[in-house]
């Protein structure tokens, strides 16, 4: 049998299952994936008694009009989808999700990909997927910019006094702190990451301590004071 008889033909072709896993690339730097992770960390566990939601980050969307996954699919760096079931899944299928596509969608900028972000996925993001809200941020040089879908076309979202941009689907600021891109609460208050909640829990439980201990001394205190003068601590 020769060669060409032993390749495919179109027809011999097997789409891949309907559960096929993300097949996004790597991001650009370990300075993009710490950020990514961050967002992700941070949206979780400030919603952590909420299960209308979805966030991720570097997994495809597939969105063929076709049901196809062999076309039409793109990899946001994140992306929030609300009033959807809150479970891990390998990627997300629009048609398999009730026509839903992301309500907020980010892009971490890079050399790479800085053109298509701002050009063609933020095109697509405009008008295919309809997403309410895109930002995107460059970690390594902190470019910061947002945008709301006003009568189906992008327009650019104003920085308020803390160069902050205010997400009305998420409920939150995004803002630039300490060269990241984080999430802060309408009142202002920074949403933590799960070690930072665990460094003031920390700290807390030592103030307590030293509360209890500085209570104890003066306990300690008063009772000799009274022992002194002859009376019995224990009698008072």
């Known amino acids: 049998m020769s060669v060409v008889q032993d390749l495919e033909t179109p027809e011999d072709v097997i789409f891949p299952p309907g559960d096929l896993y993300s097949d996004e690339p790597p991001l650009e730097s ?20 909420r299960n209308d939601f979805y966030v991720s980050g570097n997994i495809t969307i597939y969105y063929s009009p076709r049901q196809l996954k062999s076309e039409n699919f793109r990899g946001p760096d994140f992306l929030v989808v609300l009033g959807t079931e809150r479970q891990p899944r390998k990627s997300w299928v629009v048609w398999q999700e009730d026509g839903k596509y992301p309500n907020v969608i980010i892009e971490l900028l890079s050399d790479s990909t800085a ?11 405009q008008n295919t997927f309809r997403t309410p809200e895109y930002f995107w941020f ?27 941009l205010w997400s009305q689907q998420l409920e939150l600021y995004l803002g630039i702190h300490q060269d990241k891109l984080r999430f802060f609460s309408a009142e202002g208050e920074l949403v933590p990451t799960p070690e930072e909640v665990a460094y003031q829990q920390t700290q807390r439980a ?8 500085q209570e104890k001394q003066r306990s300690d205190r008063l009772a000799a004071k009274l022992q002194e003068l002859g009376i019995d601590p224990d009698s008072i």
């Open 30 to 49: 370990d300075l993009h994936r710490l950020q990514m992770t961050l967002l992700i960390q941070c949206l979780e566990l400030w919603w952590s008694s």
């Open 115 to 125: 053109a298509t972000d701002r050009g063609l996925k933020k095109e697509i993001y």
């Open 138 to 164: 460059d970690p390594n040089n902190l470019e910061f910019a947002g945008f709301v879908l006003v009568a189906g076309k992008y327009q650019p979202l104003e920085l308020n006094a803390q160069g902050w």
């Open 206 to 213: 030592e103030q307590e301590k030293q509360r209890a201990e």
